[in-house]
């Protein structure tokens, strides 16, 4: 496996010039957040996850975790990489300084999030969950909840996770079987939950599990759960760590990849019950797990962003050391590297180019998250927070495609080498493949963009984001410009009609809109990033108009942006047609036919 090395010129880049790092620093407590401090917070992100991560991720899948009687081992190196990540202070980056955190804004803490995906997914696992653990004990749990666990859990010395699906539920939580009993001032937890990530490990000396139970006199369906924070150990009044909860790791997977961390199938209240502190109002569990939920939801899409620069990296590094076959446009008979040959330079540039525009949409997603969070004016706090609502689910299941897709393609550039372990590919293959998966499927992170953010409000907020892109207006005397503006406007009008569809058709036949609802994503993602990439593009040439920066970055930037725009956004079209007219045969499918 290559080396990893973050890509600082172009995470910059993002921030400073399409995520406006500016104008959220401008932001009610962001004023520490200056150009410097961020530069060098990337840079030494780069340097741990360079020196630190990124060697142990190959052994770390390797060796995988071990459990011996409840006790889970996870592989050589990362327990003490974990107190390196602890000592530089990495965990409390977007958290309020009140609670020991560094008070800088969840823009920046995305950046950072996404240097240790691509270093070792399977090492900053941990740390995602744990910080959406952390912001919804922020956001709902009581005073004294958030005295006792938030510093803790900031700093990173404890770790959160968050306790969902059951065996029979799947993703349909109505269905959750886990119980709460009230007890005095705290309740008894009883059930099993499966694919807790980091559910047991040998990090940390308490874990803090959010469980969603259902209590005894609870309304049916999902309006009758609960939300309970359920220590691994109890805390005792001087905020030491008391007796072990009733609670334990039974196994953990055996899976496809992220070998390294460990999934767990938590069993609570064997014997007495779990004691556990309720997380809001009782029966509001839903609405509660959705800050942490949210929150990882974002940081599952930047993982598709990670790896799928990760194995870029790789590709690339491959392509420019393996010599076959001789150039076609050369009249010499000599080998060349197959960084020469245009099929691989396509590969290269597919994945090149959606992975940055992956990564521009999810740190725009963070910008937006920061306002809806922090600005002064509450109009402008509501308008912000549409646009995360609108976002959050393009970011999660179109960025992880990217990933999966982009995995897939450095296999390809590998050739045969690709398919053996020991170059490295295909770990990012396998390691890319749970993003599309967990913290709701990409089929229903299309479903929730089309019921809850298109159809409820019809079409009002993607509405005004179709209207921001269309004030993009370059030269488009320029011809990389005047092609990139040509193709986005036509995925604009694409997007339109799409939209115009799902509205009028929701209604009157609901399947036949769900039908189309992964297309309907995949249009607004690529329409989305290709806005991004051609802002980009327009950037790179100012800047190499006023002869700033490094013009051989401005004009990778340039070509990334046309072949996007040349390759992806001229699918829109096609895309809008599968959502208007694609329905028929999918509700005609009968199961049973052969």
Known sequence: MSAYTAPVEDIRFVLNEIAGLGDVANLPGFKDATPDLVNAIVEEAGKLASDVLAPLNQSGDQEGCKIDNGVVRTPKGFKEAYQQFLEGGWNGIPFDPEHGGQGLPWLVSTAVSEIWNSANMAFALCPLLNQGAAESINAHGSDELKSIFLEKMIEGVWTGTMNLTEPQAGTDLALLRTKAVKDGDHYRINGQKIFITYG????????????????????????????????????????????????????????????????????????????????????????????MMNNARLGVGLQGVAIAERAYQQARDYALERVQSRDASSDSSASVTIAHHPDVKRMLLSMKSRLEAARALAYTAAAYLDTANQHADAEKKNRAQAMVDL????????????????????????????????????????????????????????????????????????????????????DTSNEDLGVIATRLETALVALEQATAWIVDTYQKDTNAALAGAVSYLSLLGATVGGWMMGRAAEISLNKLETGEGDPEFYKAKIISARFFADQVLIEAPMLSEKVTTGAPSITAFNISHR
């Open 200 to 291: 047991e490990h040998d990090w940390t000396e308490n874990i803090i599990h959010l469980v969603l139970a259902r209590l005894p006199d609870a309304p049916a369906g999902v309006k009758g759960i609960s939300l309970f924070l359920v220590p691994k150990f109890l805390v005792k009044d001087d905020g030491s760590l008391g007796e072990r909860n009733d609670l334990r790791c039974v196994s953990i997977e055996h899976k496809l990849g992220i070998n390294a961390s460990p999934t767990a199938v938590m069993s609570y209240g064997d014997n007495d019950g779990a004691i556990g502190y309720l997380i809001g109002e009782e029966n509001e569990g839903i609405k509660c797990m959705f800050t």
């Open 391 to 474: 976002l959050i689910p393009v970011v999660k299941a179109w960025s992880t495609d990217i990933g999966i897709d982009a995995a897939n393609m450095g296999v390809q550039v590998h050739g045969g080498m690709g398919y053996i372990e020991e170059t490295g590919a295909a770990q990012h293959l396998r390691d890319a493949r749970i993003a599309s998966i967990y913290e709701g499927t990409n089929g229903i992170q299309a479903i929730d963009l089309i019921g809850r953010k298109i159809v409820r409000e019809n079409g009002q907020t993607v509405g005004v984001l179709i209207e921001e892109i269309r004030r993009f207006q370059p």
